[in-house]
């Protein structure tokens, strides 16, 4: 699933690309999403120029000019790609194609179609309930250690279970969550009260290293993930432990190990984080 460093990368390219266009017109697949999708939706953009393009958590929100908020998610396998004039469109699994009156286009494209697409009118994109119940970004102000312990000592959750909680913090999957943890030493079955200070800190300054890293790179590409200009991100090349079990560890040289904490698989060094 892409997680906030793969959404920010199409959100940095739509904004040079789509920002001040409007739209001319829409076609939609009829299919449903992670939940239907508004048949009036197409009609309700057409005319509508696109202001603004932002990122909250894994969330793209495109502000609308008459006022509204297009609100897209990728989920599993979605995405954003921008066309030129005269460049093919209407590939499979194209469930929302996007005409812009320079002939420009966009689509998005979902082939497990667990995505959103969603069109809100208001007066800001946090009256958005998705937006609303969303936590702190880490590349937000105020993402501190001090903020991170505050949490972390009010919690008995282990704390890989802690990172993924998006109303706590918004943005971070589970890539990012093995990579945050083995870049502060913190093995993802501690308790987080259990963390001190100092390794609060630690841990949150991985958190943005990881983020920030990732997003310099483009995204983490394993299958599906690609950016609006359709090209894979490059990040994978510098995991350090995320599915890479056996391998030894960029460290101590021991093998890294994988365990299952809820659904999700999570990748650790039982030498470099005990």
């Known amino acids: 699933m892409p997680e906030m460093p793969e959404v920010e990368t199409i959100a940095r390219q739509l904004r040079r690309r789509v920002e001040g266009k409007r739209i001319v017109g829409v076609r939609l697949s009829g299919l449903p999403l992670r939940k239907p999708v508004s048949p009036g939706l197409g009609a309700a953009l057409v005319g509508r120029t696109i202001r603004r393009v932002r990122r ?17 998610h ?22 929302a194609a996007i005409l812009f009156s320079d002939g420009d286009g966009l689509e998005y494209r979902d082939p497990r179609r667990f995505g959103l697409l969603a069109l809100y009118e208001g007066a800001s994109p946090r009256a958005i309930p998705e937006i609303r119940s969303l936590g702190k970004d880490p590349l937000e102000p105020g993402f501190t250690g001090e903020w991170l312990g505050r ?6 959750r282990e704390v890989k279970s802690f990172l993924l909680d998006q109303g706590v913090l918004a943005g971070i999957g589970n890539i990012y969550a093995c990579e945050a943890l083995f870049g502060a030493r913190i093995h993802p079955g501690r308790r987080c009260a259990t963390l001190t200070g100092r390794e609060c800190g630690r841990l949150a300054a991985a958190v943005q290293k990881v983020m920030r890293d990732a997003i310099r790179r483009r995204g983490t590409t394993f299958s599906d993930f690609r950016g609006a200009d359709g090209k894979a991100g490059g990040n994978q090349d510098y995991l350090a432990v995320y599915m890479k079990e056996g391998k030894q560890c960029v460290e101590c040289g021991r093998p890294i190990r994988r365990i299952s904490q809820g659904t999700r698989s999570t990748f650790f060094c039982q030498q470099c984080q005990r």
Not at 76 to 95: I, N, V
Not at 151 to 156: I, K, M, Q, V, W
């Open 56 to 72: 909250y958590g894994k969330y793209l929100v495109l502000t609308l000019e008459p006022k509204a908020f297009w609100l897209i």
């Open 74 to 95: 990728l989920g599993m396998s979605g995405r954003l790609l921008y066309h030129e004039p005269g460049r093919a469109e209407g590939a499979d699994h194209t469930h």
């Open 151 to 156: 949490r972390l000592r009010g919690s008995r």
